[in-house]
T-cell receptor
């Protein structure tokens, strides 16, 4: 149980284009989903928290107009990197929390490697 | 201001021995703690958690100990296996609240030698 998928696993795009990453909870309803970014040899940096049907809450320093997050259903959240630049190249990971459970466990997707040329 | 600290960037142990990974936190509002294991280019895998109402939680080879007065927790892996080699992240959160955010440490790279 508690499986989270992410698509695509890797993407290469040209500077200035937009890229959409999907995050799905496969066997539970995710009332809350999270988007993280990880730089090489560093910890996970929370970018934003999204609750189903409401606007995402962005962490300080994260541009909400650049990183568009949509959590339209209890099993799907999307992150769109708009007008991507080489400095946006990173490993993006989503996680989901099962709203029927008491604990704060988040279950993570396998991540998406974004390379902007 | 780093609220969750893993002061050992790496740890090397022999197969069959005990691995002890440490984590300290500074925010006294944290009351729920988790350990995750991560391989390169993959998402973290949940291992074990503990609520602040307990001081120990055990699941198979993994045991987490919590010392609230010292704001310290540790993950014990016994016996260690080569497949345990990975980066281990400690995370802390406040239960309840509106967003269930996790605050992660920087991770400890565990290497288990055959």
């Amino acid at each position: 149980g508690a499986v989270v998928s992410q698509h695509p696993s890797r993407v290469i795009c040209k500077s200035g284009t937009s890229v959409k990453i999907e995050c799905r909870s496969l066997d539970f309803q995710a009332t809350t989903m999270f988007w993280y970014r990880q730089f090489p040899k560093q910890s996970l940096m929370l970018m934003a928290t999204s609750n189903e049907g409401s606007k995402a809450t962005y962490e300080q320093g994260v541009e909400k107009d650049k990183f568009l997050i949509n959590h339209a259903s209890l099993t799907l959240s999307t992150l769109t990197v708009t007008s991507a630049h080489p400095e946006d190249s990173s490993f993006y990971i989503c996680s989901a929390r099962d709203g029927t459970k008491v604990g704060n466990e988040q279950f993570f997707g396998p991540g998406t490697r974004l390379t902007v040329l | 201001d780093q609220q969750v600290k893993q002061n050992s960037p790496s740890l090397s142990v022999q197969e069959g021995r005990i691995s002890i990974l440490n984590c300290d936190y500074t925010n006294s509002m944290f009351d729920y703690f988790l350990w995750y294991k991560k391989y390169p280019a993959e998402g973290p895998t949940f291992l074990i958690s503990i609520s602040s109402i307990k001081d120990k939680n055990e699941d198979g080879r993994f045991t987490v100990f919590l010392n609230k007065s010292a704001k310290h927790l540790s993950l014990h892996i016994v016996p260690s296996q080569p497949g345990d080699s990975a980066v281990y992240f400690c995370a802390a959160s406040r239960s309840g609240g509106s967003n269930y955010k996790l605050t992660f440490g920087k991770g400890t790279l565990l290497t288990v030698n055959p």
